[in-house]
C-alpha cells in the first residue's frame, strides 16, 4: 500500500550507473531527497556532476539502477514504461534548455498538444490554452509558430506547455541557459510564480543567481549531494 | 491532435522532402500497379476473347493449336454428330488457309482464308456491313483491312487464289462475291483475313480439301456447361483432343503466359523493395533530425506507442499519397506500354498486354499497406529504442 506522507517525491538512495565499455559510470550515487508541494528547489554544480540525471530520475524519464523513488506513495521502479509515461503525462512537467517546441505547430497548439495526450475535452483544452498563453503573457503570439518567436517567448511557451495538465511538480532544465540575461531573468519570474502559485519546482541550473531564488539550494559534486542550502 | 493529424503536420513541415516522397512512390506505384495488370493481362485478355468467339469448346486432331497441327478428316461429319450431342448447342469445322485476293494492285493482297461449316451455328466473327455469305454460293465475308486494301465493299466482285498447302501452287484464281464485312476476333492489328464456306475454300484450294477442317469449335447447351460437353465429345471422338477455354486458357498460362507472369513477379519485387528503401530512407531521416523533439515530447509523458503511431502515420500518408497517384500514373503508362506490344506481329487486335480487374486494385493496395509498414519498422525501432534522459542530454551538448 502507498503512503504519501504529503510528499511529491521521496528518493531513498538512489543511484543511477550507467553500463559502459570500459566500465559502468556511476552518475548519481546514493541521493536521497524529499520534494513537497510548493518547493522551490535548485540543483547546481559542476557539469558531468550528475544533475540533469537527477533531473531525469525525478521526473520519471529514466528510473534509479538501486534505491527506492515514491512519486506520491508509488514506487517508480516498478512502474511500466507505459505507467511511468502516463504519471509524467498528468502530473510532471518539463521545461528544456532548448524548449523543444514543435515547429510545425503554432504556440497555441504546442499548449494544447499534452492535453490532448492526455484525452481532454477540446472545449476545455481550448479554454486551458488561452488562460495558460494569458499567464505567460503570450495571448497575442498564439497563432505564432515558433520560429516567429523569441528565445524568451519560446521559452515562456515551453512553460506553458509544461503546466498544460496542471502537474504538481514542474521540472526546468538550466531554463535559462540559452538566454540572455534580461530574458532570462523574466523567465525566472514566471517560474517563481508558477511556484507562488502551487507547483513544486526544481531547477537545474548553472546560473548562481537563478539559483538563489530558491527555498532549497542543492549542491551537488561527483554523483553525491555535496551540501543543501536553505532559506526561510 | 491525434498521430495521423500529428504526422500530417510534420510532413508538411518540409514540403520539399515529403513531396519527393509522395512522387517516388508515385512512380514505383505506378510500375508495381503495369506489373500487376501484365501479371494476368494475357490471360484475362484471352479468356474474353475466346468466350467473345460465342464457342466454349476447341475440337483437333492433336494437342497442337489449331492451325499448327494434323488436320481433323471428315470435319464436316464429326461436327455435325458433336452438334447433335444434348450438350451441345452448335458445333462448326474450321479451317485455315491462305488466299491472295487479286485486287487493289498488281501483286493483290495475301490475306488468311477461313473455311467454316455447320449448321445452325454463329459464327465466330462479327458482321460490320453487309451480311454474312450463304452456304454453297461463292461468297466471301472480309475484315477492314483488307476492304481497305482492296476497295472491296459488300457486292463487290472479286477473283481470289487460294492456298491450302505449305507447298508453292499455282491454282487458277476463282470468282467470289463480298457479301459483308466482318470483324474476326484473332486478326492483328494490321491482319488480312476473309472467310466463306469450307466446300467455297476447297474449290478457291483446287477442289481436293473439301472436308478437312483445323478445328472444331463447339457451343455447349446452357445448361449442360462445358464440362460435361467435354466429356461428351471426348467419348464421341475418342481419337480427338476437347479443350475447353478455361483449359485452352490454363494451357496459355503453363506456356509462354509464363513468362509475363515471371517477369511481372521479379519487376514487382524490384519496385516494391525500392519503394521500402526509399520510404525507409525519408522516414529515417525525419526521425534522425527530431530526435530532440521526439525525446522532449516522450519527457512531456507521450508514451511509445503514441510516437509510433506518429511515425507510422507518416508512412502510410507517404505511401498513401503516392498510391493514390500511382493509378492514374500507372493507367497512362500501361497503354502507352500496351501499344507497344500490340506491335509484335501476329498479336490479335482484342488482346491487351495490361488488363484491368478489381482484384489487381485489391492487390496493388495490399502491397502498398505491406511496403507502408515494413517501410516504417526501422524508423519504428530508432524511435521505440530512443533513450530519452540520453538524448536530451545530446541535443543540449551538441
Not at chain 2, 515530447?297 to 503514441?306: E, M, N, Q
Given at each position: 500500500m502507498s503512503t504519501t506522507n504529503g510528499h511529491v517525491i521521496e528518493a531513498r538512495n538512489i543511484s543511477r550507473v550507467f553500463p559502459m565499455s570500459a566500465?559502468?559510470?556511476?552518475?548519481?550515487?546514493?541521493?536521497?531527497?524529499?520534494?513537497?508541494?510548493?518547493?522551490?528547489?535548485?540543483?547546481?554544480?559542476?557539469?558531468?556532476?550528475?544533475?540533469?540525471?537527477?533531473?531525469?530520475?525525478?521526473?520519471?524519464?529514466?528510473?534509479?539502477?538501486?534505491?527506492?523513488?515514491?512519486?506520491r506513495g508509488d514506487d517508480v521502479t516498478k512502474l511500466s514504461d507505459r505507467q511511468r509515461s502516463l504519471l509524467r503525462l498528468r502530473q510532471i512537467g518539463f521545461v528544456f534548455q532548448r524548449f523543444f517546441l514543435l515547429p510545425m505547430l503554432t504556440a497555441a497548439e504546442n499548449v494544447e498538444l499534452p492535453q490532448s495526450e492526455a484525452n481532454v475535452p477540446k472545449a476545455e483544452r481550448r479554454q486551458?490554452?488561452?488562460?495558460?498563453?494569458?499567464?505567460?503573457?503570450?495571448?497575442?503570439?498564439?497563432?505564432?509558430?515558433?520560429?516567429?518567436?523569441?528565445?524568451?517567448?519560446?521559452?515562456?511557451?515551453?512553460?506553458?506547455?509544461?503546466?498544460?495538465?496542471?502537474?504538481?511538480?514542474?521540472?526546468?532544465?538550466?531554463?535559462?541557459g540559452e538566454l540572455d540575461r534580461a530574458t532570462g531573468e523574466q523567465i525566472a519570474s514566471l517560474l517563481d510564480r508558477v511556484n507562488a502559485d502551487g507547483t513544486a519546482l526544481v531547477i537545474v541550473t548553472h546560473d548562481p543567481a537563478l539559483a538563489e531564488r530558491s527555498t532549497r539550494i542543492l549542491s551537488m559534486r561527483d554523483g553525491r549531494i555535496e551540501s543543501e542550502l536553505t532559506s526561510a | 491532435m491525434n498521430a495521423m493529424g500529428f504526422a500530417w503536420r510534420s510532413l508538411v513541415r518540409q514540403p520539399a522532402r515529403a513531396s519527393l516522397g509522395v512522387l517516388g512512390v508515385a512512380a514505383v506505384g505506378a510500375l508495381l500497379f503495369d506489373m500487376l495488370l501484365l501479371s494476368q493481362g494475357l490471360v484475362i485478355s484471352m479468356r474474353g476473347l475466346l468466350?467473345?468467339?460465342?464457342?466454349?469448346?476447341?475440337?483437333?486432331?492433336?494437342?497442337?493449336?489449331?492451325?499448327?497441327?494434323?488436320?481433323?478428316?471428315?470435319?464436316?461429319?464429326?461436327?455435325?454428330?458433336?452438334?447433335?450431342?444434348?450438350?451441345?448447342?452448335?458445333?462448326?469445322?474450321?479451317?485455315?488457309?491462305?488466299?491472295?485476293?487479286?485486287?487493289?494492285?498488281?501483286?493483290?493482297?495475301?490475306?488468311?482464308?477461313?473455311?467454316?461449316?455447320?449448321?445452325?451455328?454463329v459464327h465466330p466473327w462479327t458482321i460490320l456491313r453487309g451480311r454474312d455469305f450463304t452456304s454453297g454460293r461463292p461468297e466471301i465475308v472480309i475484315n477492314e483491312n483488307t476492304a481497305a486494301r482492296t476497295q472491296l465493299a459488300p457486292g463487290s466482285r472479286v477473283m481470289l487464289r487460294g492456298s491450302c498447302t505449305d507447298q508453292a501452287q499455282a491454282l487458277p484464281p476463282v470468282p467470289f462475291i463480298v457479301s459483308g464485312i466482318a470483324q474476326f476476333?484473332?486478326?492483328?492489328?494490321?491482319?488480312?483475313?476473309?472467310?466463306?464456306?469450307?466446300?467455297?475454300?476447297?474449290?478457291?484450294?483446287?477442289?481436293?480439301?473439301?472436308?478437312?477442317?483445323?478445328?472444331?469449335?463447339?457451343?455447349?447447351?446452357?445448361?449442360?456447361?462445358?464440362?460435361?460437353?467435354?466429356?461428351?465429345?471426348?467419348?464421341?471422338?475418342?481419337?480427338l483432343h476437347v479443350l475447353s477455354n478455361a483449359e485452352a486458357v490454363?494451357?496459355?498460362?503453363?506456356?509462354?503466359?509464363?513468362?509475363?507472369?515471371?517477369?511481372?513477379?521479379?519487376?514487382?519485387?524490384?519496385?516494391?523493395?525500392?519503394?521500402?528503401?526509399?520510404?525507409?530512407?525519408?522516414?529515417?531521416?525525419?526521425?534522425?533530425?527530431?530526435?530532440?523533439?521526439?525525446?522532449?515530447?516522450?519527457?512531456?509523458?507521450?508514451?511509445?506507442?503514441?510516437?509510433?503511431a506518429d511515425v507510422f502515420c507518416e508512412s502510410v500518408l507517404i505511401v498513401g499519397g503516392g498510391g493514390l497517384l500511382s493509378l492514374p500514373a500507372g493507367a497512362l503508362l500501361a497503354i502507352g506500354l500496351d501499344?507497344?506490344?500490340?506491335?509484335?506481329?501476329?498479336?490479335?487486335?482484342?488482346?491487351?498486354?495490361?488488363?484491368?480487374?478489381?482484384?489487381?486494385?485489391?492487390?496493388?493496395?495490399?502491397?502498398?499497406?505491406?511496403?507502408?509498414?515494413?517501410?516504417?519498422?526501422?524508423?519504428?525501432?530508432?524511435?521505440?529504442?530512443?533513450?530519452i534522459a540520453a538524448t536530451l542530454r545530446d541535443e543540449v551538448v551538441g
Open positions: 566500465g559502468p559510470v556511476t552518475a548519481v550515487a546514493d541521493v536521497s531527497l524529499e520534494i513537497r508541494p510548493g518547493d522551490h528547489i535548485a540543483i547546481r554544480g559542476p557539469s558531468g556532476c550528475g544533475k540533469s540525471t537527477l533531473l531525469h530520475m525525478l521526473g520519471c524519464v529514466e528510473p534509479p539502477t538501486a534505491g527506492t523513488l515514491l512519486f486551458r490554452t488561452q488562460e495558460l498563453l494569458e499567464y505567460v503573457g503570450l495571448a497575442a503570439r498564439a497563432a505564432h509558430r515558433p520560429s516567429e518567436l523569441s528565445g524568451g517567448e519560446m521559452q515562456r511557451v515551453a512553460i506553458a506547455r509544461a503546466l498544460a495538465n496542471n502537474p504538481g511538480l514542474l521540472l526546468a532544465d538550466e531554463p535559462t | 468466350e467473345r468467339t460465342g464457342f466454349d469448346l476447341r475440337v483437333t486432331a492433336t494437342d497442337a493449336l489449331p492451325g499448327q497441327g494434323p488436320l481433323i478428316p471428315n470435319a464436316i461429319e464429326r461436327s455435325q454428330a458433336i452438334a447433335h450431342l444434348p450438350s451441345v448447342r452448335s458445333a462448326i469445322a474450321l479451317r485455315f488457309a491462305n488466299a491472295v485476293v487479286l485486287a487493289g494492285g498488281p501483286r493483290g493482297v495475301y490475306t488468311t482464308f477461313q473455311g467454316v461449316a455447320g449448321t445452325g451455328a476476333p484473332f486478326d492483328s492489328p494490321n491482319g488480312t483475313t476473309i472467310a466463306t464456306s469450307l466446300p467455297m475454300l476447297a474449290t478457291a484450294c483446287g477442289g481436293n480439301e473439301s472436308n478437312e477442317a483445323d478445328v472444331i469449335m463447339v457451343a455447349s447447351q446452357e445448361g449442360a456447361g462445358a464440362s460435361a460437353a467435354v466429356s461428351d465429345v471426348a467419348r464421341l471422338l475418342p481419337d490454363n494451357r496459355f498460362e503453363r506456356g509462354g503466359f509464363t513468362y509475363f507472369r515471371q517477369i511481372s513477379t521479379v519487376l514487382t519485387a524490384v519496385t516494391l523493395s525500392f519503394a521500402v528503401l526509399l520510404i525507409t530512407v525519408l522516414l529515417t531521416v525525419s526521425v534522425n533530425q527530431r530526435l530532440g523533439e521526439i525525446a522532449a515530447l516522450r519527457a512531456l509523458g507521450f508514451s511509445r506507442g503514441r510516437v509510433v501499344r507497344i506490344l500490340k506491335r509484335i506481329p501476329g498479336i490479335p487486335a482484342d488482346v491487351h498486354f495490361f488488363v484491368f480487374e478489381p482484384s489487381t486494385l485489391q492487390i496493388h493496395l495490399l502491397l502498398l499497406s505491406a511496403t507502408a509498414i515494413v517501410a516504417a519498422l526501422y524508423p519504428i525501432r530508432i524511435v521505440t529504442r530512443l533513450p
